[in-house]
T-cell receptor, first 110, second 113 residues
Framework: QKEVEQNSGPLSVPEGAIASLNCTYS??????FFWYRQYSGKSPELIMS????GDKEDGRFTAQLNKASQYVSLLIRDSQPSDSATYLC??????????FGDGTTLTVKP | KAGVTQTPRYLIKTRGQQVTLSCSPI?????VSWYQQTPGQGLQFLFE???????NKGNFPGRFSGRQFSNSRSEMNVSTLELGDSALYLC????????????FGEGSRLTVL
């Protein structure tokens, strides 16, 4: 049974700070990892995907993958109040199934 | 491009009834998967359909079933509803199976009384 574990949170950062969200996974053979953002009362929205070791940057977001440590992270630079949401880490397999962590709730305080 | 459309958005049923939920994927997306989201269990995989065939199934009882049509639209059915089936049911489409990049609909919120 694959597992994806996330910091339980909640995480609170001041506006303009860097928010760091972390995730570990159990299946050493996993290849595909994703970060979704879910606003309260809304459905998850894909914000980042990462498949190779190292960093992947997209605007203010940077995803980091370390397969040796089975660790995935998401950094949000210059955090804004609009970034306040629950962030879900997910692992995808080739059989069409994604396994999600429980999510970390981020609050960015003005 | 239109997103994933789910209907109905909200519904209330009583124990023992059955419910059918519908999902229209993004145009061109061939894989449709279903997830159940509850506060206690988070997002749990129900099943995935590709080319009208169920390709993968999560750890849910047989009361949960689904199908996919030739136009990639999908339905899921829950029979003999239980109180614990109250949840947000999310449909997600993906360009190809195994892609992993899921695009979710707004969900169908089911309340079982």
């Amino acid at each position: 049974q694959k597992e994806v574990e996330q910091n339980s949170g909640p995480l609170s950062v001041p506006e303009g700070a860097i928010a760091s969200l972390n995730c570990t996974y159990s299946d050493r053979g996993s290849q595909s990892f994703f970060w979704y953002r879910q606003y309260s009362g809304k459905s998850p929205e894909l914000i980042m995907s990462i498949y190779s070791n190292g960093d992947k940057e997209d605007g203010r977001f940077t995803a980091q993958l370390n397969k040796a440590s089975q660790y995935v992270s998401l950094l949000i630079r210059d955090s804004q109040p609009s970034d306040s949401a629950t962030y879900l880490c997910a692992e995808g397999d080739n059989a069409g199934k994604s396994t999600f962590g429980d999510g970390t709730t981020l609050t960015v305080k003005p | 491009k239109a997103g994933v459309t789910q209907t109905p958005r909200y519904l209330i049923k009583t124990r023992g009834q059955q419910v059918t939920l519908s999902c229209s994927p993004i145009s061109g997306h061939r894989s449709v998967s279903w997830y159940q989201q509850t506060p206690g269990q988070g997002l749990q995989f129900l099943f995935e359909y590709f080319s009208e065939t169920q390709r993968n199934k999560g750890n849910f009882p047989g009361r949960f079933s689904g199908r996919q049509f030739s136009n990639s639209r999908s339905e899921m059915n829950v029979s003999t509803l239980e109180l614990g089936d109250s949840a947000l049911y999310l449909c997600a489409s993906s360009l190809e199976r195994g892609n992993g990049e899921l695009f979710f609909g707004e969900g169908s919120r089911l309340t079982v009384l």
